[in-house]
């Protein structure tokens, strides 16, 4: 197998830029090499070409480490060509970097930028990607020599702004600021490069400057929301409170990056479908779940016979916002993998989400069927069940989930309901005391079993004492009409008729009207005094 | 001014004093002829590793271990030593059908420092397994300790956090510790670190608990080359904060609150956790370090009677709490970033008398530095304090802001081993130990070396050289907790560093040997509430006038999964006298110990500020 030979040229944006001085070169390519010296097998320039270097490849998935180690073989054979010149054995090198480098072999990625630097001294592209894979490496010393001869060779843009995001990382705003302008001389407006100003700025506590770089960014790549922190610092420096507030609920995890050719090339050295979906599945872990999009559309294009990459995509377009998609990607995958239990499950969810608890039905079944330890399956089987009227039937799977998981919080919620509209209401009394003592910080276990206390139509099961007691905890946490309600219901059944009258009237304002007449009319009786409790009729369940 | 010649004087808490003080060090800034630390782990008689329950496998539950403890829990005024123990996982043994909690075959161990003299008269940490005698019967999965008195009984009592259920083990005063673990400890979860600071301000400590995810084994993770990794945290669900109220130190007075306080909204992985109070109103507040997500800063909003409730889960006292770490600046990196943190310290790096915060981080991130600018507000300046190139390849564990040289600005230790195999392998290949297969004991390629960064003035820190740290601390090792204290009685502060894959490591402080300082702790017997509560002003004198006061606060808590000597030191340079020393927040009375070589003052509560006698 033949590793695609990289380009040659620069890109035209690349070659605008001013060049350096053949002495300012010459010096920066000896503090590169005394930088890779200090990291690896220093190779001097005149020195005959060390071997490839063979990163250690037990326990990559099959097919990277035959193509790793397909690629190496390649340069291996080339290497043995006396015939083949300086520029052709750069090439493969670099494009054997590439290959290491794309699967995060930094230190074996190194060496190849570095002979293919060597090989190819006007190539801007090696040692620019030598100085990337130094900076993923934390070794910023060479990552600035090597930035600085990709500079020496030709201007390029991304390396402007690595440069100044390594003096950023260094403390050095003045040249942080002057990399930056660098950039923006060759690409106005760039918004990597106002964001690396900004950070200058602000590093120098230049607040008003560091919040016009970032604006303008902004307005440049508003989806880079990440930028909305350093600003509402900004601002914070200039007093500006309020409006550091509004940028500070806008913050998001898209940082700006500025368009890098040869870094995009990384992509292209990767074969097959694993590559996106290990970008994919980084993006969705950050929560970018559209960048996961992207990444796994290339993973599907790359095999579109993948179960893994379709349920994947469908994953990640459901948290997009597109169920219509995700849907139509996870049938795709069982197409393909009937037996998928993922797919089965996500589609399950998916249906179950949009109301269609039938259609989920059979999917969620079968995904128990496959992994009947799942306790977040057995949990969504039970809801499937309890939302199409099927209590009875859905205590198994609840009790399923509870087995395999004692505090999910959402199977003991549903065993609960279950069980109270099955009738069991002791028993659901018994499991709802026993997940309070295992969560008494779960407001929602702790709500219905207060619910309970107060209302169970039978008598001997309530408890209004209690009942307020764990009422008042989640009113006190949450203020919400329904704790409100609970906590009147309780006061009630605790005699505390007045009590419970107050909390009636206060929360009648803030209801539909339709329960604000239930409202007002049980604030009525109980106005009324003692006994005042709550006709069994009120639902135990909130 | 009054100058006093000999050490055993009582001196005034408030008045301007001048001490004098023993021939000064050369200038703490220079590069140090001998390494500021030194290995003294033999001569302690420390051995035995912490066994972490791998068993070969890529597990994170198997590599978050363990922390410890330095304290004085037999009141004889040297500090002990409480190192956690894991053992099999606990999913191993639910796996294996053994009982949860019964009985393992690893435990904790208590260490008893018996002082003892060499031959040139200095003291040397001599540390004796107690654990049994001490009736100390911790049983399950170790990783976290935290001490605090925290029934007010004058003897230090222990927190050890599991994964599992927690242990709270009640000194009874006598050398031997009873098990008191309230009922809302004994929840399984996953205990990091932990906190005791009174939060209600009623005079006893209350409990701050920091949990990580929940513990959840054969979790599958793969690195960006396709091959099996750890996994992060953003593989698991993620943990609450929780607080605990102490309503009166008995086992049945605990009351979890943390709903009605305002802390379990959102959980996060949280690591690290130091009281502080970062708005200067009285309250305590505290900052917690999370592992990939924005760290929380828990602002004390007092109570509300509002809020209050007459049952006994909730919040009697109404005190709640609100996570304002964005706006306040330590939520995230300058650039907006959610760091991986660990280790965290407050204290006052560049001299201006307020708390600054430290955060250690994930390999590729860097340490954090916040300096704190006014009330709730900090800026991020680890970039500007020159601590951030130097500190990322490394993922950093226990911290600790300490004066290593006692030139009087507080320097920063950082022990570190990585949580990846790939950042642990990039990292060795700078510093060349032999790789071990993955196979056989993946752990061991997570080793890193520690750090000292040295102040060197001007709110910066330099990276000092193998040579001024000192190999012992240099030496690549999979690190996790860091303890620090005085083990030795000499006034500077050694370091305890606890270790995933080995055996604890102990580090003596070596300072330049003329090198003065003044430290300060509570009387014996003294209960925790009140000394923690206080500050150590001290005032050198140099160049014939007084310099900006050094400000130290005496803590347990911070570092990682750690606690520390809750005595300050204050480190004074070239001084050659103080103008003041001040207890700040507090009456009572300092007084000098007897006889030399200790130089502690002492505080003890009650009776007039106004003088004391030995």
């Not at chain 1, 801007?124 to 934390?138: C, E, I, K, T, V």
Request: aromatic share 6%; hydrophobic share 45%; net charge negative.
């Amino acid at each position: 197998m033949r590793v695609g030979a990289p380009r040659t040229t620069v890109c035209a944006r690349a070659r605008a830029g001013r060049r350096r001085t053949a002495f300012a070169a010459v010096a920066l390519v000896l503090a590169l090499a005394q930088a890779f010296a200090a990291t690896s097998e220093a190779t001097p320039a005149t020195a005959p070409a060390p071997p490839p270097p063979a990163p250690d490849l037990v326990g990559l998935e099959p097919a990277v480490a035959t193509q790793l180690a397909d690629a190496r073989a390649e340069l291996v054979s080339l290497l043995a060509d006396t015939g083949a010149d300086a520029g052709t054995r750069a090439a493969a090198w670099g494009a054997l970097g590439q290959l290491y480098h794309a699967y995060g072999l930094h230190e074996a990625a190194k060496p190849c930028y570095w002979e293919a630097s060597r090989l190819a001294g006007s190539e801007l592209r090696w040692p620019y990607l030598f100085g990337q894979a130094a900076r993923a490496s934390n070794d910023l010393a060479a990552a600035k020599a090597a930035f600085g001869e990709t500079l020496a060779r030709g201007a390029y843009e991304p390396a402007e702004v690595a440069v100044a995001e390594l003096a950023l990382a260094e403390g050095d705003a003045g040249e942080a600021a002057a990399a930056a302008t660098r950039a923006l001389e060759l690409v106005p407006g760039e918004p990597a490069a106002l964001a690396a100003l900004g950070q200058a700025r602000l590093s120098q506590r230049d607040f008003a400057g560091a919040a016009a770089a970032l604006e303008d960014a902004l307005a440049g790549l508003p989806q880079a929301d990440r930028l909305h922190y350093p600003l509402a610092l900004a601002y914070r420096g200039l007093g500006r409170t309020e409006r550091a507030r509004e940028e500070l609920a806008k913050v998001g995890k898209t940082g700006a990056r500025a368009r890098d050719p040869f870094l995009e090339e990384l992509d292209a050295a990767r074969q097959g479908e694993l590559a996106p979906l290990l970008r994919a599945r980084r993006a969705a872990a950050a929560g970018d779940w559209n960048a996961a999009v992207v990444e796994l559309r290339r993973a599907v294009a790359a095999d579109p016979t993948s179960a893994r990459a379709r349920v994947d995509l469908g994953a990640a377009l459901a948290n997009s916002g597109d169920p219509a998609g995700a849907r139509a990607e996870f049938e795709a995958a069982l197409v393909r993998e009937p037996g998928n239990a993922t797919a089965r499950f996500d589609l399950g969810v998916l249906l179950l989400g949009a109301g269609d608890a039938a259609g989920a039905l059979p999917h969620l079944e079968a995904a128990v069927a496959l992994r009947p330890g799942d306790a977040e399956a057995q949990r969504s089987l039970g809801d499937a069940l309890l939302a199409l009227g099927r209590p009875a039937d859905a205590l198994a799977p609840f009790r399923a989930a509870v087995a395999a998981a004692e505090r999910d919080e959402g199977a003991r919620f549903g065993e609960a309901v279950a069980l109270v509209r099955t009738g069991n209401l002791a028993a659901a009394r018994e499991r709802l005391e026993e997940a309070q003592r295992l969560m008494p910080e779960q407001g929602r276990l702790t709500h219905l079993l207060a619910r309970l206390l107060a209302t169970a139509s039978d008598p001997t099961l309530r408890d209004g004492a209690r009942a307020v007691d764990l009422a008042t905890r989640v009113w006190s946490a949450q203020a919400t009409p329904d704790h409100g309600r609970t906590l009147a219901l309780a006061l009630a059944e605790a005699g505390r008729c007045a009590e419970a009258s107050a909390v009636a009237r206060s929360l009648a304002a803030q209801v539909s009207a339709a329960e604000k007449d239930a409202l007002e009319s049980a604030a009525a009786l109980w106005a009324k005094g003692p006994p005042c409790r709550p006709a069994a009729a009120e639902s135990p369940t909130p | 001014m009054l100058r006093l010649a000999p050490a055993h004087r009582a001196i005034s808490v408030t008045a301007l004093l001048a001490l004098t003080l023993a021939t000064p060090p050369p200038s703490g800034a220079a590069e140090a002829t001998t390494p500021l630390f030194r290995d003294g782990t033999a001569e302690a008689g420390l051995a035995g590793a912490y066994e972490n329950g791998a068993r070969g496998r890529l597990e994170l539950l198997a590599i978050m271990g363990p922390g410890a403890a330095l304290f004085d829990f037999d009141g004889d005024g040297d500090l002990d030593l409480f190192l956690p123990q894991g053992g099999t996982l606990p999913s191993d043994r639910l796996a294996s059908g053994a009982r949860p909690g019964g009985d393992v075959e690893a435990r904790g161990r208590l260490l008893r420092n018996d002082l003892v003299a060499r031959a040139d008269g200095s003291l040397a940490a001599r540390f004796v397994d107690v654990t049994r005698r001490a009736a100390l019967a911790t049983r399950g999965y170790g990783v976290a300790a935290a001490v605090s008195d925290y029934d007010g009984d004058g003897a230090p009592d222990l927190l050890v956090g599991n994964l599992g259920a927690d242990e709270l083990w009640h000194n009874r005063g006598d050398g031997t510790f009873e098990a008191a673990t309230p009922a809302p400890l004994q929840r399984p979860g996953w205990t990091s670190g932990a906190s005791f600071a009174d939060v209600d301000g009623d005079g006893d400590l209350d409990l701050f608990v920091v949990e990580y995810v929940e513990p959840a084994a054969a979790v599958r993770c793969f690195a960006e080359s396709s091959r099996p990794d750890y996994c992060g945290p953003a593989a698991y669900r993620s943990r609450a904060d929780r607080l605990l109220r102490n309503d009166g130190g008995s086992p049945t007075a605990w009351a979890d609150v943390s709903a009605a306080a305002g802390i379990t909204e959102p959980p996060g992985p949280g690591l690290g956790v130091v009281a502080t109070d970062a708005d200067s109103d009285g309250r305590v507040d505290f900052f917690v370090a999370n592992d990939g997500q924005p760290n929380f800063l828990w602002r004390n909003q007092g109570s509300e009677p509002s809020a209050r409730s007459d049952g006994g889960g909730g919040n009697a006292r109404g005190v709640r709490f609100a996570d304002e770490a964005l706006l306040a600046g330590v939520a995230l990196s300058r650039e907006g970033l959610a760091r991986a943190g660990m280790g965290v310290d407050a204290a006052d790096v560049d001299g201006d008398g307020d708390e600054d915060l430290l955060v250690t981080n994930l390999s590729g991130e860097g340490n954090t530095l916040y300096v704190r600018q006014e009330d709730a507000l900090y800026e991020d300046r680890t970039a500007e304090a020159g601590l951030l190139a130097p500190s990322r390849p490394w993922t950093g564990f226990g911290t600790a802001l300490v004066d290593a040289d006692l030139d009087g600005a507080l320097d920063l230790v950082v022990v570190n081993g990585a949580v990846r195999l790939v950042q642990g392998v990039a990292a060795q290949t700078a510093a060349a130990p032999p790789l071990v297969r993955p196979e056989a004991r993946p752990e061991a390629q997570l080793a890193q070396p520690g750090h000292l960064y040295r102040n060197v003035g001007g709110g910066r820190f330099a990276l000092a050289p193998p040579a001024t740290a000192g190999e012992a601390l240099s030496r690549p090792r999979v690190a996790r907790g860091l303890a620090v204290g005085d083990v030795d009685e000499d006034g500077d502060v050694d370091a305890l560093v606890a270790v995933n894959d080995g055996a604890p490591v102990l580090l003596l402080a070596e300072p330049p040997a003329a090198a003065a300082w003044i430290g300060a702790g509570a009387c014996p017997g003294v209960a925790d509430a009140p000394w923690l509560g206080r500050r150590l002003a001290v005032s050198p004198l140099r160049d014939g006038g007084a310099i900006a006061p050094l400000v130290r606060r005496p803590r347990r808590d911070g570092s990682y999964a750690s606690a520390r000597d809750p005595r300050v030191v204050a480190g004074l340079g070239d001084a050659r006298d103080v103008a003041a020393v001040e207890l700040r927040g507090a009456g009572g009375r300092l007084r000098w110990v007897a006889p030399p070589p200790h130089r502690y003052l002492l505080w003890c509560p009650g009776g007039s500020l106004g003088g004391g006698s030995p």
